[in-house]
């Protein structure tokens, strides 16, 4: 049985850091490509940052520069360091093994004064 568990989401001020991370179990974590969403209230999902299975990272436009996805094969874990965050990037952010129906529950991730 698959299962992503995302942690580590919050209230933030603009301008502040998160980071998120997703545990993988059930798979065979290193040979997949991995994903973070994020879907904010009355919006579809996006896609914000993708790392594959040997390291490689993409990143939506909105958060080039500002975002950082990295993943520790040994441990399952992907990671998503979320650093001059903006009250845009407020939503459920979600954990996926790209290509499969595997996701995580989702964690609120939101940022106001």
């Known amino acids: 049985q698959v299962q992503l568990v995302e942690s580590g989401g919050g209230l933030v001020q603009p301008g502040g850091s998160l980071r998120l991370s997703c545990a993988a179990s059930g798979i065979i974590f290193s040979i997949y490509d991995m994903n973070w969403y994020r879907q904010a209230p009355g919006k579809e999902r996006e896609l914000v940052a993708s790392?594959?299975?040997?390291?490689?990272?993409t990143y939506a436009d909105s958060v080039k520069g500002r975002f950082t996805i990295s993943r520790d094969n040994g441990k399952n874990t992907v990671s998503l360091q979320m650093n001059s965050l903006k009250p845009e990037d407020t939503a459920v952010y979600y954990c996926n093994v790209r290509s499969m129906p595997y996701w995580g529950k989702g964690i609120l991730v939101t940022v106001s004064s």
């Open positions: 790392i594959t299975s040997s390291g490689g990272p």
